[in-house]
């Protein structure tokens, strides 16, 4: 059984909530109707009361001649007659139910309309006065509202039961209705989870339900996407992987069956020792990657003075770029530069950074360190004068591989780690960096903007 068996279906949550709210409103309404009906049952016997005694009270020869015979008006209902005289004296059968205040009423020529008890029964009493002076009274007992109210009452329990089938047949189209688009999008995610890419939700039910479906949808093109520079790496990691151990690879079994002797042995280990360095600093790329997109990467942070730390790394590069015919400069305050920081990483940041612009850079062309305070915060600063960046190139400078991969064969490229390595360690030290195509020194212009004090330090980071 599935969690989704275990905790009960959603159609069938729905169907029993819907039916269960109906049956409420409809308990509800029944018992306002059923205690409303007998008052309405009431008012009409007691308004058919009053208006044959209105019509008897307009003839008074027959009222006098009904109560001259001593009779009661036959039928069903038992209906009473009591005729007050201009007099004031009462007559008839329901001359007990006409008290002083009704009589008086009526010789004032007003309406009565109340309830009395009449031969141990309670009856309505409904009174009109004549054109004599005096006044016509008619009773009639009170089980004959019963007996209407018991019909009208009758006549209720059908549509109660048709309300609460409807309600139930209303939950069960609401319920597929919702329920239809949720499986499917269920279904979406489960395919996706198991790895099949291309699957599409229709948009359709409910605007929350459509939007799920959006974001699915979304989420597979993202994953598509995702899954693609996957392996475009990983063909790229291969790549940078097989040749050097290729060379390396050659050289060994040349060196194993003597192939190479003499005076060829020392170069050939040369060779060797190069591509295992090529190979050593690529590994450690990787490693250096892994270790900033993992959750417990930690920094050690302390007061820097960014001066200090830029003029140590300048006379490291300026060596590095004397060997290469290239022109170092550095930009920098001449003053201390306090910030919170990890001074380590900077420093790695910064050799990224010149590294990238090292390898690009032509002899005689420069390649620039800068630093400089900016408001709450600094600048660091890495131009060179190598070819620079288009637009597209800006778009995926920071993702791995996407640069190494475009330029391979056409311009010196390392291992494609080095920028997605600098975004990710400009990240963690709570700041940004961002590359612009044309420095004023013709090449390419990272800047990298770190806070005086880093309080998003050691949180996770997405991939660009």
């Known amino acids: 059984m599935s969690a989704v068996d275990g905790r009960g279906s959603l159609t069938r949550s729905i169907v029993l909530l819907t039916s269960a709210v109906a049956a409420v409103a409809v308990l509800l309404t029944g018992l306002f109707a059923w205690r409303t009906i007998r008052t309405n049952a009431e008012a009409q016997e007691r308004d058919q009361l009053a208006r044959q005694a209105e019509i008897l009270a307009r003839t008074p020869p027959l009222a006098s001649w009904m109560l001259d015979r001593q009779q009661r008006i036959a039928g069903p209902d038992g209906i009473g007659l009591a005729l007050v005289r201009p007099s004031g004296e009462i007559d008839g059968p329901a001359a007990a139910v006409v008290g002083a205040a009704s009589r008086d009423a009526l010789l004032s020529g007003d309406k009565v309309s109340t309830t009395a008890r009449l031969d141990g029964g309670e009856v309505l009493v409904e ?86 479906a959006g974001a699915l949808n979304t989420l597979d093109t ?38 190479i002797t003499g005076e060829e042995v020392p170069e050939a280990g040369r060779i060797l020792r190069t591509e295992i360095e090529r190979l050593e600093h690529f590994v450690g790329d990787l490693l250096a990657l892994a270790r900033l997109e993992a959750d417990d990467f930690r920094l050690d942070i302390a007061e820097v003075d960014l001066d200090a ?58 390649v620039v360190l ?70 004023p020194e013709g090449g390419a212009w990272f800047t990298v903007r770190l806070p005086s004090h880093s309080a998003a330090l050691n949180t996770p980071l997405t991939n660009p």
Request: glycine fraction near 12%; charged fraction near 25%.
């Open 222 to 259: 993202a994953l598509t996407h995702s899954e693609s520079r996957q392996r475009d790496f990983l063909l790229s990691v291969s790549h940078e992987i097989r040749t050097p151990l290729t060379t390396a690879r050659g050289y060994a079994e040349a060196l194993a069956d003597e192939v």
């Open 309 to 366: 730390l830029v003029e140590e790394a300048a006379r490291a590069w300026a060596t590095r770029c004397a060997g290469h015919d290239v022109d170092f400069r550095v930009e920098r305050p001449g003053r201390p530069l306090l910030i919170s920081t990890d001074g380590f990483r900077v420093r790695q940041l910064i050799d990224g950074l010149a590294e990238n612009a090292l390898r690009v850079t032509p002899a005689g062309r420069p």
């Open 127 to 212: 009174g009109a006065p004549t054109p004599t002076g005096g006044g016509l009274v008619l009773t009639q007992p009170m089980r004959a509202v019963d007996q209407a109210t018991d019909r009208m009452r009758g006549s209720l329990v059908l549509p109660l039961i048709l309300g609460l089938t409807g309600a139930a047949l209303a939950g069960a189209l609401l319920a597929r209705r919702l329920t239809r688009p949720l499986v499917n999008a269920a279904r979406t995610a489960h395919r996706l989870s198991e790895g099949a890419r291309g699957v599409t939700v229709p948009a359709e039910g409910p605007a929350e339900v459509a939007e799920l």
């Open 370 to 439: 800068s630093l400089r305070a900016a408001g709450t915060g600094v600048l660091l600063e890495v131009r060179d004068g190598g070819p620079g960046l288009s637009d597209d190139d800006i778009e995926v400078a920071f993702v791995r591989g996407a640069l190494a991969d475009r330029y391979r064969g056409v311009r010196p490229v390392g291992s494609g780690l080095g920028l997605a390595i600098a975004h990710r360690l400009a990240g963690r030290l709570g700041g940004t960096i961002t590359a612009r195509g044309r420095a």
